[in-house]
């Protein structure tokens, strides 16, 4: 209980902070609340469903349809696999991020989840959307096809380096 | 986003459908999960609200002045230190390329606010472990650059 309230401290300390800043009318606290509240809004509603769909993919799925989408068998299909389902990941990194540890000890390869988690942050569709309306659509054509032959040349040195080096990523249960 | 709550409860009936026990043994491993990583979403929404003060309008000079090959690395520094959602930085970087910015120096920040996340450590590290989480960052920060640097030559800004 006691860890438990000590993880939480800072927040405590940054709410209290914030709230004493709105009272007093100090500015610093009060833009410090209006960018938290930026952030906490997507994330208070994109992460429960996510990590619920994190559960489900956990006991439903098997290990041997990830090892064949996601594996080494899978050849060049896993990066197709990766981008595809990195576009359609809502909540960008934040969810990508579990969802690749998941992946990983259901048997997925380093450069696949390598992959996902460095598209999902690069190939956001609502986001490339506006990116287009804005800077145009050459720029956002060229960031996109730079990016894909780029990402998956480091995924495999990553994947080279890691598999080299024995490495594990953490169980999160 | 909604999309995600469809996707989410069409999952749950299914799931619920074909096997009511596993589909709450499922909840509640996700539930968890969610349970324990959350301290260090919120730390990471604290450290963030305190990375946005870096205000628009300081990005906004720094990166208006200067040469293109300081103005590419200082854009692809500021952009790996700094995050901002989408609907903050596409508004700005307008803005950046009205007062005459280059596509390079644009497309540097851009890409590394994306890609390299230093305020996403706490919660990267978790998942990929510290060694994985710092190489990944590294090579999202060439990534960027090589990124901007095509950019740049396809605009016609460089060579």
Redesign the interface.
Known sequence: MKK?IK??L??FI?IAFVGISFLINLN?GQ???K??Y???K??V????????????????VSRETIEKSFGNKSGLMKYIYAIGLAATT?????VA??V??ALYHKGAEYDSI?TY??AA??F?I??SI??AS??GI??TA??LG??IP??II?AN??KY??NKEN????K?? | MKYLYIVAAIALIISFIKDKNKTFKGIKKGLLKFKKILPKYLMLLVIISIVLLLSEDFIIKYLSKGNILIGTISSVIIGSITMMPGFIAYPLSGVLLERGVSYIIIGGFVTSLMLVGVVTYPIEKEYFGKKATILRNIFGFIIAIGIAIGIGIFYGEVL
């Open positions: 438990r993880e939480y800072v927040f940054f610093l833009k410090m609340g960018n938290f930026i952030f906490a997507d994330m509603l994109i992460l429960p469903p996510a990590f619920i769909l994190i559960g489900l993919f956990d006991v439903w809502v909540g960008g990194t934040f991020f579990p690749a540890n390598v988690v460095t942050s690069l956001m609502p986001m506006m990116e804005i800077l050459k720029f060229l960031r730079l990016s780029l990402i480091s040195i990553l380096v890691f490495y594990s990523l953490p999160v249960e």
